[in-house]
């Protein structure tokens, strides 16, 4: 049920745009207190926080601002999954070199290898500093699932 929650607070954002174009300034990096940077992570925690289920502090006090202390955390914590469910958070490593670049939140299988995110900072022409948040269609490669305690 959180999980579903979190999702369709996710879904209302699609189409949201940073102002100015490639400015990295959005009323979530204000919210964080960390605006004009990449800001990926720093949305999947706004949606966390308006979803009613804060993931606490992760480096920040509202959450997590990069991919790499969130996944090192998320390991240490035990809260990585094989077996995503709606809500979840994704993390996604392009280079295949172990560090991961972008984040989003997990809106369900597609396929056995694909599957659908909500995403902040990306577009087709950029992957992980695109400036807006959209729906994408992402393959199950280079990627680690995080299914958050504050889901349970």
């Known amino acids: 049920m959180k999980g579903k929650k979190v999702v369709e607070i996710a879904l209302k954002e699609v189409g949201y745009k940073e102002t100015p174009q ?4 959005t009323k979530y990096g204000k919210w964080f ?4 940077v990449a800001w990926c992570g720093i949305f999947v925690s706004w949606v966390y926080n308006q979803s009613g289920v804060s993931l606490g502090n992760i ?7 990069g991919c ?6 998320f390991i240490k914590t035990k809260e990585v999954t094989k077996t995503p ?9 392009w280079n295949l070199d172990g560090r991961y670049d972008h984040t989003g939140i997990f809106n369900g299988w597609i396929d056995d ?7 902040g900072n990306t577009s087709l022409t950029n992957q992980s500093n695109g400036g807006e948040v959209m729906n994408r269609k992402r393959n199950n490669k280079g990627v680690i699932f995080v299914h958050p305690k504050v889901l349970n």
Do not use: C, P, W
């Not at 790499?68 to 955390?73: G, K, L, P, T």
């Not at 290898?113 to 995403?119: C, L, V």
């Open 33 to 36: 207190g960390l605006d004009g």
């Open 59 to 65: 480096g920040f006090t509202k959450g997590y601002a």
């Open 68 to 73: 790499q202390s969130a996944v090192a955390h």
């Open 22 to 25: 490639n400015s990295n300034k």
């Open 85 to 93: 469910q709606i809500g979840d958070i994704v993390f996604f490593d």
């Open 113 to 119: 290898k694909t599957f659908s995110t909500i995403e």
